[in-house]
């Protein structure tokens, strides 16, 4: 994906960082700088005085428009999160980002981009923070992300449980179910006929969760996939337990016979590892 003396893009697509997190981004661009890799950040990332966000939808349309067409540019990792990303979908020219497709890294928020490139311009793109490089677990975060962008190594690393039999085979679509749900009833949200779909969430008790799952049923989501993945659902896990979302999942995967799989390794933790959207995923079916 990445070789030495790569040139690598860094911005703020979704709300705006503070400078409180600018000793961590120089930090991150130092793992990149170890690797032989020269991040260049757009003008795009801290948040503008008395702005929540990086720059008006515009501006920060353009920031990304910039860093695909920059050839010199090989991968893009956007460091933010929280509300606005999607305020810059219809800014962005999707043919040309096709003719100049390369790796996009985002997460939470981040979704509605992640969904919106491979919807509308068939590109792959990862779920993924690059803020964990010098989280908790830096050291693993560091590894995985290496194999990625030097060996190709973007086969799927997690751990997981079956909730549904079956095999699970398709392109990765979704990320954050609340900001997933941002993109119904416009042209950005992915067709999920064939698809398999991943939900993780940060925040939402059961009665959220629920309201998002039922959701997506009635737009007709579920009746067309060929399996699921969930994530972390951190709220209402360390609230109610993991046993409570199998239960708010479970009628939807047995109405459609979807196979799914449960995994404690993907989200918004500081542990979690990186899933493809866009990318044909396989998981074979596995009996007790």
Known sequence: MLSKQDQIGLVALSDGRTDQHAGTIANVKQVFLNWGLTPVEANTIYQKAGQFWSGT????????????????????????????????????????????????FGYSDLTVILNSLFSQSGLTSYHYQAMHLVGRDHLNQQNRLHNLLFHQNDHL??????????????????????????????????????????????????????????????INYFSQLNGLILGQFTELEEIEGSQALIE?????????????????????????????IGKRVLIPNKHP
């Open 57 to 104: 939808p515009e501006e920060r349309a353009h920031a990304l428009m910039d860093l695909f067409t920059d050839s010199s540019i090989k991968a893009i990792f956007d460091l933010s999160g929280g509300d606005s990303a999607n305020q810059i979908l219809p800014y962005l020219d999707y043919q040309t980002i096709s003719k100049h497709s390369k790796p996009f």
């Open 157 to 218: 690393t997690f751990n997981y449980n079956w909730i549904n039999q079956g095999t699970i085979e398709g392109i990765t679509i979704g990320g954050n179910i609340r900001c997933l749900l941002k993109l119904a009833g416009t042209p950005y949200l992915p067709v999920p006929f064939g698809k398999v779909l991943f939900l993780e969430s940060r925040s939402g008790r059961a009665n959220r969760i629920a309201s998002f799952l039922a959701q997506l049923d009635q």
């Open 248 to 276: 708010l999942i479970k009628p939807f995967a047995d109405k459609y016979n979807l196979p799914t799989i449960k995994t404690s390794q993907l989200g918004h933790s500081a542990d979690s590892h990186i899933l493809a």
